[in-house]
């Protein structure tokens, strides 16, 4: 099965839409046909989302001096940006490849419901889901985020053996984009479980405290957190950087999207390291 990526022409039954509007509705319907199962997955944290901002101004509690509801939010637009790129991209890969790719599907589907659904039930207790040991439920809650999270892992890395194994549809610098993408998100997903075997995100002091506004990235402390986001969205920066780069420069476009992805990495790289020596990336 072969998907065009990011199709160059969308058109739309209804003439008053705007191309932006007719071109997200086509990746959609797209995305459905290719991979019912991330697009229903995807779907559903949209769902939840909705919940969660209906919630977000009626529940005054606090964990970690965040809104309850404020991380159930970030996680559901997380997982279906993730979801969502992830069936996409794996759409591309060949015929060959494509009963892989439903087992993976719906190996990351059942570990993404299984990460919400703790979050959510964590969120409407007033407590926090990860690094919370305080109760046997709360340990329990967590460790079952782990597995669920080590399982997600391993088949994100069957993800990346595909697309090295099987070229992906597309030009040059878009099949490189896809699976450098691929790779740099499993090391995003490596800097996850560091966080997990410290039982926290923040070096050098306690989780919590002054943060940036909306993320909650420590500005008294070195955070993590900074460099697993980057790494984890790799999967939508670097395959869009490639693709990018095809339409602009398709003769330089492999070469040029290999050096992309580097600067990337040692982007992340460096604020791993910037974490790790307990410093702020941004310091109030």
Not at 185 to 207: C, E, K, R, W, Y
Not at 213 to 231: E, N, Q, V, Y
Not at 271 to 280: D, E, N, S, W
């Amino acid at each position: 099965m072969t998907t065009p990526a990011l199709p160059l022409k969308l058109s739309s039954s209804r003439p008053a839409a705007t191309p932006e509007t007719a071109g997200i509705r086509s990746w959609l319907r797209i995305l459905h046909r290719v991979n019912p199962v991330l697009s229903w997955t995807g779907w559903l944290q949209v769902a939840l989302l909705v919940v969660a901002l209906l919630l977000l101004p009626y529940d005054t509690r606090l964990v970690t001096g965040a809104p309850v509801w404020l991380k159930p939010i970030k996680f559901c637009l997380s997982v279906a940006a993730y979801v969502w790129t992830l069936g996409w991209l794996l759409a591309d890969l060949p015929a060959l490849a494509q009963r892989a790719v439903r087992h993976i599907s719906w190996t990351v589907a059942g570990c993404m419901l299984i990460e919400i659904a703790c979050i959510f039930t964590q969120a409407a207790r007033g407590t926090t889901s990860h690094y919370n040991a305080a109760t046997p439920l709360d340990a329990g809650i967590f460790s079952l985020m782990g597995v669920a999270i080590m399982v997600n892992t391993v088949a994100t890395a069957a993800a990346v053996y595909l697309a090295w194994r099987y070229r992906p549809y597309g030009p040059a610098g878009y099949v490189w984009g896809v699976r450098l993408g691929l790779l740099l998100f499993l090391v995003g997903s490596v800097v996850g479980g560091m966080m997990i075997s410290q039982n926290q995100h923040t070096v050098g002091a306690p989780d919590g405290g002054p943060g940036l506004p909306g993320l909650g990235w420590s500005t008294r402390a070195g955070d993590l957190r900074i460099a697993h986001f980057l790494g984890m969205h790799a999967l939508q920066v670097v395959p869009l950087l490639g693709w990018w780069l095809s339409r602009r420069l398709p003769r330089r476009a492999a070469l040029l999207a290999w050096l992309g992805a580097l600067i990337y990495a040692a982007l992340v790289a460096l604020l791993f390291a910037q974490a790790l020596q307990g410093q702020p990336v941004v310091k109030w």
